[in-house]
Protein backbone atom coordinates (compact mmCIF):
# COMPACT_ATOMS: atom_id res chain seq x y z
CA UNK A 1 0.00 0.00 0.00
CA UNK A 2 1.55 3.54 -0.90
CA UNK A 3 2.27 6.06 1.95
CA UNK A 4 0.50 9.52 0.93
CA UNK A 5 2.08 13.17 2.52
CA UNK A 6 -0.82 15.56 2.34
CA UNK A 7 0.02 19.36 2.51
CA UNK A 8 -2.30 21.96 3.33
CA UNK A 9 -3.75 22.51 0.02
CA UNK A 10 -4.36 19.21 -0.86
CA UNK A 11 -6.33 19.13 2.26
CA UNK A 12 -8.20 22.33 1.89
CA UNK A 13 -9.36 21.04 -1.85
CA UNK A 14 -11.41 18.28 -0.17
CA UNK A 15 -10.85 16.39 -3.65
CA UNK A 16 -8.97 13.81 -1.83
CA UNK A 17 -10.80 10.13 -0.68
CA UNK A 18 -8.98 10.39 2.60
CA UNK A 19 -10.32 7.00 3.54
CA UNK A 20 -8.21 4.90 0.95
CA UNK A 21 -4.46 4.62 1.80
CA UNK A 22 -1.85 5.07 3.87
CA UNK A 23 -2.57 8.88 5.32
CA UNK A 24 0.46 10.95 6.52
CA UNK A 25 0.71 14.69 7.57
CA UNK A 26 2.90 16.53 9.31
CA UNK A 27 2.02 18.37 12.27
CA UNK A 28 2.48 21.36 10.72
CA UNK A 29 0.02 21.04 8.31
CA UNK A 30 -2.43 20.63 11.15
CA UNK A 31 -1.23 23.33 12.93
CA UNK A 32 -2.25 25.55 8.99
CA UNK A 33 -5.38 23.69 8.99
CA UNK A 34 -6.80 23.80 12.72
CA UNK A 35 -6.04 27.64 12.13
CA UNK A 36 -8.41 28.20 9.57
CA UNK A 37 -12.28 27.49 8.64
CA UNK A 38 -11.39 23.34 8.61
CA UNK A 39 -10.80 22.72 11.79
CA UNK A 40 -14.49 21.14 12.13
CA UNK A 41 -13.52 18.79 8.98
CA UNK A 42 -9.84 18.29 10.14
CA UNK A 43 -11.49 16.96 13.15
CA UNK A 44 -13.75 14.27 11.54
CA UNK A 45 -11.20 13.23 9.41
CA UNK A 46 -7.86 13.01 12.11
CA UNK A 47 -8.90 9.11 13.43
CA UNK A 48 -8.32 7.76 9.36
CA UNK A 49 -4.52 9.80 9.15
CA UNK A 50 -1.63 9.65 10.93
CA UNK A 51 0.77 12.77 11.96
CA UNK A 52 4.38 13.39 11.51
CA UNK A 53 6.56 15.44 13.11
CA UNK A 54 9.60 14.94 10.50
CA UNK A 55 13.43 14.37 11.60
CA UNK A 56 15.67 17.65 11.75
CA UNK A 57 18.38 14.65 8.89
CA UNK A 58 15.71 14.85 7.11
CA UNK A 59 14.77 18.44 6.87
CA UNK A 60 18.26 19.55 6.48
CA UNK A 61 18.53 16.88 3.59
CA UNK A 62 15.32 18.84 2.10
CA UNK A 63 16.82 22.55 2.18
CA UNK A 64 20.48 21.43 0.75
CA UNK A 65 18.22 20.01 -2.03
CA UNK A 66 16.01 23.40 -2.34
CA UNK A 67 19.12 25.26 -2.05
CA UNK A 68 20.36 23.47 -5.03
CA UNK A 69 17.21 23.78 -7.42
CA UNK A 70 16.81 27.91 -6.15
CA UNK A 71 13.18 26.62 -4.55
CA UNK A 72 14.37 27.60 -0.74
CA UNK A 73 12.88 31.20 -1.15
CA UNK A 74 9.23 30.23 -1.71
CA UNK A 75 9.26 26.96 0.49
CA UNK A 76 7.58 27.57 3.99
CA UNK A 77 8.39 25.38 6.97
CA UNK A 78 5.05 23.61 6.66
CA UNK A 79 6.61 22.83 2.35
CA UNK A 80 9.70 21.66 4.21
CA UNK A 81 7.89 19.32 6.66
CA UNK A 82 6.33 17.73 3.63
CA UNK A 83 8.91 16.62 1.58
CA UNK A 84 10.90 15.66 4.62
CA UNK A 85 7.62 13.58 6.07
CA UNK A 86 7.59 12.01 2.49
CA UNK A 87 11.61 11.37 2.51
CA UNK A 88 11.62 9.99 6.05
CA UNK A 89 8.64 7.56 5.19
CA UNK A 90 9.33 6.92 1.62
CA UNK A 91 6.23 8.40 0.32
CA UNK A 92 4.16 9.97 -2.49
CA UNK A 93 3.91 13.85 -2.08
CA UNK A 94 0.17 15.02 -2.79
CA UNK A 95 0.20 18.59 -3.69
CA UNK A 96 -0.62 21.06 -6.30
CA UNK A 97 2.58 23.70 -4.73
CA UNK A 98 5.17 23.06 -8.19
CA UNK A 99 8.19 24.36 -5.91
CA UNK A 100 7.43 21.28 -3.69
CA UNK A 101 7.42 19.18 -7.01
CA UNK A 102 10.15 20.29 -8.20
CA UNK A 103 11.85 20.04 -4.91
CA UNK A 104 10.92 15.99 -4.80
CA UNK A 105 11.68 15.03 -8.11
CA UNK A 106 15.25 16.59 -7.90
CA UNK A 107 14.99 14.38 -4.64
CA UNK A 108 13.48 11.43 -6.38
CA UNK A 109 10.24 11.81 -4.32
CA UNK A 110 7.17 10.71 -5.80
CA UNK A 111 4.17 13.16 -6.51
CA UNK A 112 0.59 13.64 -7.57
CA UNK A 113 -1.27 16.65 -8.11
CA UNK A 114 -4.94 17.53 -7.17
CA UNK A 115 -6.55 19.99 -8.70
CA UNK A 116 -3.39 21.03 -11.50
CA UNK A 117 -1.50 19.21 -13.42
CA UNK A 118 1.71 17.99 -12.38
CA UNK A 119 5.32 20.00 -13.44
CA UNK A 120 6.59 17.94 -16.11
CA UNK A 121 10.29 19.23 -16.24
CA UNK A 122 12.29 19.37 -13.22
CA UNK A 123 13.65 23.52 -13.30
CA UNK A 124 16.48 24.88 -11.85
CA UNK A 125 16.29 28.65 -10.74
CA UNK A 126 19.37 31.39 -11.02
CA UNK A 127 18.61 34.73 -9.58
CA UNK A 128 19.28 37.73 -11.50
CA UNK A 129 19.56 41.68 -10.38
CA UNK A 130 16.76 43.68 -12.15
CA UNK A 131 18.42 46.44 -12.17
CA UNK A 132 22.41 45.54 -13.95
CA UNK A 133 21.54 42.03 -14.70
CA UNK A 134 24.29 40.61 -12.91
CA UNK A 135 23.43 36.55 -12.64
CA UNK A 136 23.53 35.19 -8.88
CA UNK A 137 24.22 31.05 -8.68
CA UNK A 138 22.22 31.78 -5.12
CA UNK A 139 19.47 33.72 -3.76
CA UNK A 140 20.42 37.03 -2.52
CA UNK A 141 17.77 39.61 -1.64
CA UNK A 142 19.53 42.66 -3.01
CA UNK A 143 22.32 42.72 -5.66
CA UNK A 144 25.68 43.49 -4.12
CA UNK A 145 26.26 45.44 -6.80
CA UNK A 146 23.76 48.56 -7.61
CA UNK A 147 21.62 47.84 -4.93
CA UNK A 148 18.44 46.62 -7.18
CA UNK A 149 16.15 43.59 -6.14
CA UNK A 150 17.22 40.17 -7.81
CA UNK A 151 14.52 38.24 -8.55
CA UNK A 152 14.92 34.61 -9.65
CA UNK A 153 14.47 32.43 -13.38
CA UNK A 154 14.90 29.78 -14.95
CA UNK A 155 18.20 28.37 -16.38
Not at 146 to 153: L, T, W
Request: hydrophobic letters at 35%; charged letters at 25%; a neutral charge.
Amino acid sequence: MSVYILDTGAIISRNINLLSGNIWVPESVIGEIRKGKLKRNMDQISEYISIISPSENYRKLVSETAEETGDIKVLSETDIDVLSAALELSGVIVSDDYAIQNVAGKMGIGYIGVEKETIKNQIEWQFRCTGCRKIYPKFVPVCEICGHSVKRFPK
